[in-house]
């Protein structure tokens, strides 16, 4: 067989040639004959036939010598032709998809048909998706090294004529250019919120004059675009990925970036809410009050500003020397609303909530207590009265308080009965009935402070000791003194019942006096007092002072106290009997100790009938008898040694 070949295709052209060795110079005639269909040559050297599914089988040839017919050759071995029916496919390999510098700049490409030989190759290439294959090499090796991107087949060729195989698949090798694509959006704004309107651009670094295509790609469930530049859409939740670009040289369809880096897209579901605020929700006299709208945490806001209700007409509109701060000045009262919008088409955020803005009327305003006590006692009552000064205006009132109770549209606070809770600071505000936006400001504080101790009374009283003709002075003083006191003033009469006294007014003193001081004249005789103060309507009382006495040796006609043994200085090693006579069958005996409190002689000693035994005297004191019948005897001062 012509050519060599370990697999014949249906089709190719076959050339059998029977070759007589050692023929030398003689001449010959040949015969051949086959198991296949093909019909035999006459006499000729070669068979030339196209291969088919017929052309299978095994080919012999013998020769014989053309001047003495008589003496062929033996039958050659025989020569096994197999035929493939089917066309075979060149197969296309490339060691890399991708041309770039790093490489070398080139890609080297492999063209193969499978278990046969002899092919040469012929090599197409195509410059875009829509132009037509070109041959760059024919008849070439099994190899070649390319420098260019495009569309790449090739086939095989073998024989003569030669018999082409089918071309192989396309291979499509890109060539990657220097320029980096970026992907950016057109506002670089940190958060995105559904229904927003999105424009994502492909930017081609250096990119010069050079004329781009583009390619998009994306993890999310948009659709990209076709070869555009710019990528539109409405953000949803669907939205949320990450968004790549590449740019494809317009006449050098092959030539294209590397795949931009991730530009990732976070997609808010809600609608933000915008923030009003205002620096004082009232219009001083002549001024303004500054409003500021926000809506955070983004950016790239307009502010749009309405009075009256969200369907007024816009206010004002921001451009964009007031775009970063948000705020506008106000001097008319009025229900404002503020929201912010961005983008093109304008995307809104929700409305703020309103913020209602008064005027100021110039009505001074002062908080006053009634009676006008910054402190008083639990139990007491007062008023907090708020007073507008000028004019016969209707008010509504206002209040703010750091205290407990609950705050009131009224002028005052009645406290009848105060206790810890009313303590604390209270201002107030009027505001017009007949035009409800028109307000005072608000007055200053003022203080009120409620102590839960009942006040005491303390009581002294000079001399203590009586003096033949002398006048005794009584003074009464409240402890933490405060202001609005009257003093009343009480003589002590004996209650041996319960160790106590009960207390009877001194004449003048009913309604209590304003002087904390009482002149008591003509006593002559032991006595005790008492004092308290009191204020306010209905009276409210401090407690009574404890009882303070007056001593007098003189003996009063009617009751007397003896001592035995009758001396004034004693050993306290000593008995001492004190005895009570007078017109009463019952007696108790007091003391008094320099450095102790008021006590019975049961506390010290024993009582038995009208008389008091002391065993031991230990300490200085001033002794007494009190009657049932509420008389008071002399009074001993007993020193103990």
């Not at 506390?603 to 008071?632: K, P």
Request: glycine share 8%; proline share 4%.
């Amino acid at each position: 067989m012509q050519n060599d070949w370990s697999q014949i295709f249906r089709g190719e052209t076959i050339t059998l040639t029977c070759e007589i060795q050692d023929g030398g110079d003689t001449e010959w005639e040949y015969e051949w004959k086959t198991s296949s269909s093909e019909t035999s040559p006459k006499q000729r050297e070669r068979w030339i036939f196209t291969a088919s599914a017929s052309s299978g089988g095994n080919y012999w040839c013998q020769g014989k010598v053309k001047m003495d017919f008589y003496f062929p050759t033996e039958w050659s071995d025989p020569l096994r032709l197999t035929v493939t029916p089917n066309k075979p496919r060149a197969s296309l390999t490339a060691d890399s998809r991708v041309i770039t510098a790093a490489g070398g700049g080139r890609v080297r490409l492999s063209c193969s048909v499978d278990e046969s030989n002899s092919w040469k190759y012929d090599w197409f290439q195509r410059e875009s998706e829509s132009s037509a294959a070109q041959i760059i090499k024919d008849k070439g090796p099994d190899t070649m090294s390319i420098s260019d991107g495009g569309m790449y087949h090739c086939r095989g060729g073998r024989g003569n004529p030669v018999y082409y195989t089918e071309n192989s698949t396309a291979v499509t090798v890109w060539k990657r250019v220097s320029n980096k694509a970026v992907v950016k959006m057109q506002n670089d704004w940190s958060q995105i919120f559904r229904g927003e309107t999105i424009t994502l651009t492909c930017e081609i670094q250096d990119g010069g004059d050079t004329e781009w295509e583009y390619l998009w790609t994306t993890s999310s469930s948009e659709t990209s675009p076709k070869q555009r530049e710019r990528w539109i859409f409405t953000a949803s939740a669907s939205s949320r990925g990450n968004y790549w670009c590449q740019g494809k040289v317009k006449m050098d369809f092959y030539s294209s970036t590397e795949w931009s880096d991730p530009l990732r897209l976070t997609v808010t579901e809600s609608k933000p809410q915008s923030k009003l605020r205002a620096d004082r929700t009232e219009v001083p006299v002549g001024g303004s009050v500054t409003l500021s709208c926000s809506v955070n945490p983004s950016s790239g806001w307009k502010y749009y500003w309405y009075r009256g209700d969200q369907s007024s007409e816009l206010l004002i509109r921001h451009d964009d020397v007031f775009k970063s701060n948000g705020q506008i000045s106000v001097s008319q009262e009025g229900q404002y609303w503020c929201r912010g919008g961005r983008g093109e088409p304008v995307y809104y955020s929700q409305y703020s909530q309103s913020v209602r803005i008064n005027t100021l009327v110039s009505k001074r305003v002062v908080v006053t207590l009634h009676p006008n006590w910054s402190e008083i006692y639990h139990g007491e009552m007062i008023t907090v009265r708020c007073e507008i000064q000028g004019g016969d205006t209707e008010w509504e009132y206002e209040w703010k308080t750091t205290s407990s109770i609950k705050s009131s549209n009224q002028n005052e606070f009645r406290i009848s009965s105060a206790s810890s809770s009313h303590s604390g600071n209270y201002r107030c505000k009027g505001r017009k009935k007949n035009a409800q936006h028109e307000t005072t400001e608000w007055s200053d504080f003022i203080k009120l402070t409620v102590n839960n101790n009942k006040p005491q009374s303390v009581l002294t009283v000079s001399p203590s000791w009586l003096s033949p003709g002398a006048s005794v002075t009584l003074k009464c003083e409240v402890e933490h003194p405060s202001a609005g006191w009257r003093f009343y003033w009480y003589k002590t009469v004996p209650k041996l019942s319960d160790r106590l006294y009960r207390y009877e007014l001194l004449p003048g003193s009913d309604s209590g006096t304003e002087e904390d001081s009482y002149m008591v004249h003509g006593q002559t005789h032991t006595a005790g007092y008492v004092c308290r103060a009191g204020r306010g309507e209905p009276v409210f009382y401090t407690e009574h002072s404890k009882p303070t006495f007056v001593w007098s040796g003189d003996f009063p006609p009617s009751a007397s106290l003896t001592v035995s043994p009758d001396r004034v200085q004693h050993f306290t090693s000593d008995s001492v009997s004190l005895s009570c006579e007078g017109n009463s069958t019952e007696w108790r005996v007091r003391r008094f100790p320099e450095d102790s409190y008021l006590s019975l002689c049961s506390d010290w000693g024993t009582m038995t009938g009208s008389t008091c035994n002391i065993s031991g005297l230990n300490s200085s004191a001033v002794y007494w008898c009190e009657s049932g019948s509420g008389q008071f005897t002399n009074s001993v001062n007993i020193t103990g040694h």
